[in-house]
T-cell receptor
């Protein structure tokens, strides 16, 4: 069965530190991948998505993710985090036939000012 | 455009009671999804409507859960009777098309607590 796993459940960084959140998926077919973010008290919102083409995807707020097919990975990166990046981050995969998103467990990022 | 809205934002009920959650998708979005996050676990798919039809309800936990989308607009998710393990956050999402390139927009969720 298709699954998505996130390596870290809770990450604490200081402002200006670099961020990399791991995400791995298990699926042999065409995969469409997403990173969502939920800021405190807000809706889940899309950060970025990959469905084809350039494996390096740029999203909002300076985030990017790289799709590495050989490693079944789609890690999220940001060179320099800000306090306002404190949120929970979710990696997800889309199974095109069904329309449903399959989520990882989520990673809570706490950025200390 | 207005986003996906959900009502109520919080609900606290006792085991055995009935609760109905409501979701209003973005206007014009034919696809509506329900997801649930039990505390400490991942967000899990419950079901998918295309207009008023259930496209996929493979994630519904059991027959205590009933989802409807009469008229293809808003949707309700009823839990009857509620059990302790039903506690969690119920998210609704909508998209214009059920294609891999189409973004699903999420509502704020309803936090359900069953005592």
């Amino acid at each position: 069965a298709q699954s998505v796993s996130q390596h870290n459940h809770h990450v604490i960084l200081s402002e200006a530190a670099s961020l990399e959140l791991g995400c791995n998926y298990s699926y042999g077919g065409t995969v469409n991948l997403f990173w969502y973010v939920q800021y405190p008290g807000q809706h889940l919102q899309l950060l970025l998505k990959y469905f084809s083409g350039d494996p390096l995807v740029k999203g909002i707020k300076g985030f990017e993710a790289e799709f590495i097919k050989s490693k079944f990975s789609f890690n999220l990166r940001k060179p320099s985090v800000q306090w306002s990046d404190t949120a929970e981050y979710f990696c997800a995969a889309f199974s095109g036939n069904t329309g449903k998103l399959i989520f990882g467990q989520g990673t809570t990022l706490q950025v200390k000012p | 455009e207005a986003g996906v809205t959900q009502f109520p934002s919080h609900s606290v009920i006792e085991k055995g009671q009935t609760v109905t959650l409501r979701c209003d998708p973005i206007s014009g979005h034919d696809n509506l999804y329900w997801y649930r996050r039990v505390m400490g676990k991942e967000i899990k798919f419950l079901l998918h409507f295309v207009k008023e039809s259930k496209q996929d309800e493979s994630g519904m936990p059991n027959n205590r859960f009933l989802a409807e989308r009469t008229g293809g607009t808003y949707s309700t998710l009823k839990v009857q009777p509620a059990e302790l393990e039903d506690s969690g956050v119920y998210f609704c999402a909508s998209s214009r098309q059920a294609e891999s390139t189409d973004t699903q927009y999420f509502g704020p969720g309803t936090r359900l607590t069953v005592l």
